[in-house]
């Protein structure tokens, strides 16, 4: 005969188990929001990082900080796009024309080609495809106009989260144990610390490599250099797929200019992308956030897989978010090795790391 107290213990498993079931369905369900709240925390603490030296150096509240920082971003939007706007513009107008003609004339030199009619099929499929596409154009719209509301949503949501953001951190840190609130809150600094560090760091590699190809294309003679070059520069935040996709318009546009424009930009390409891993990166996010290239191209391809465009977005970012916390949670609370660093913690000079004692273990004589 089976116990009363049996049959509740299988029915509270058996609760457990679909409320688990539930949960996990809702979490991959909502994949969207969990990356958007990523996104208005990136936001956060991009805010924070011109807050920040504010509060340090004048000694002003918070919500001032953040409000003088926002009208310091915008001024400095604002002064870019009166020197250069009128002529990014022209050039951003100029490169859209050219574009489809370019495209045609490059279809042209590779049917004239015997060696290239396997890659003459594949773009005339392409070309049915874009086709295709230009029936779905007013979707493409409203999806826009979506992306577009859902950016300004994280934007604010970002900026109200820089306002106070030990308030929002203590929040997140009350579903935690007591116990375990400390070492927890000492993670989620150094998260933001890496965080902070990696933008810092991506933003010099940004300017750099949107002006080093802008100036060389210009010397190339390729046309709408500049627009060209602050498509590379952007295209940077979002590491393989972004200097890939950056690097194409450029040289359909330099093909309307012969071979030779096309061999010198992808030539130019090349040098710039070897500058760029192996000397501006190393140099500017030395001592930052370093983060192993393996795991930045892993990152990409998985969270590009889990949660599609916003993943390939934030992949870099969000991957080492997850490598810090991993580094402090797992190699040095679990498996105590002396060697493991996170990125962004501050390092330890002149004291001894301090060792986590397991609960069962018994106490010092």
């Known amino acids: 005969m089976v116990k009363t107290s049996d049959v509740s213990r299988m029915a509270a498993a058996a609760a457990i188990l679909v409320a688990t079931y539930f949960l996990a369905l809702g979490a991959v369900r909502l994949a969207n929001l969990w990356m958007l709240i990523f996104g208005a925390v990136v936001v956060a603490v991009v805010v924070r990082a011109i807050a920040d030296p504010l509060v340090a150096r004048f000694k002003i509240r918070d919500s001032y900080a953040v409000l003088t920082a926002i009208l310091l971003v915008l001024t400095l939007v604002g002064a870019v796009g009166a020197l250069f706007g009128q002529q ?19 279809q042209v030199r590779l049917q004239a080609s015997p060696a290239a009619g396997a890659i003459f099929e594949q773009l005339h ?192 970012p969000l991957t080492l978010v997850i490598y810090t916390g991993v580094t402090m949670l797992y190699r040095q609370d679990v498996l105590h090795d002396p060697a493991a660093h996170a990125p962004g913690e501050a390092p330890l000079t002149g004291r001894a790391k301090p060792v986590r004692r397991r609960k069962d273990a018994s106490p010092p004589a």
Not at 88 to 106: E, K, M, V, Y
Not at 166 to 195: D, W, Y
Not at 258 to 272: S, W
Request: charged share 10%; net charge positive; glycine share 14%.
């Open 88 to 106: 990014i513009s022209l050039q951003i107008h100029q490169l859209t024309d050219r574009l489809p003609g370019a495209w045609q004339l490059l």
């Open 125 to 316: 499929n392409l070309g049915s495809e874009a086709g295709r596409a230009l029936a779905i154009a007013p979707k493409v719209l409203m999806g826009l106009a979506g992306g577009i509301t859902t950016l300004v949503l994280v934007l604010v949501a970002g900026v109200f989260l820089s306002i106070h953001p030990a308030a929002s951190r203590e929040g997140l840190l009350a579903l935690a144990p007591l116990s375990a609130r400390p070492r927890l809150r000492e993670v989620l600094n150094t998260c933001g610390g890496a965080l902070k560090g990696w933008i810092k760091a991506q933003t010099i590699s940004m300017l750099l490599v949107g002006t080093v190809v802008g100036i060389g294309l210009w010397v190339i003679g390729v046309p709408a250099p500049l627009a060209l070059g602050l498509l590379t520069g952007l295209g940077q935040f979002v590491p393989i797929v972004g200097p890939i996709a950056s690097a194409a318009p450029a040289l359909i546009v330099a093909s309307s200019a012969g071979g030779e424009a096309v061999l010198m930009t992808l030539g130019l390409y090349v040098v710039v992308s070897q500058l760029e891993a192996n000397l501006i990166t190393p140099l500017v996010q030395k001592n930052v956030a370093s983060l192993p290239v393996v795991l930045g191209i892993f990152g990409v391809v998985g969270l590009g897989t889990l949660f599609g465009p916003l993943g390939v977005l934030f992949a870099t």
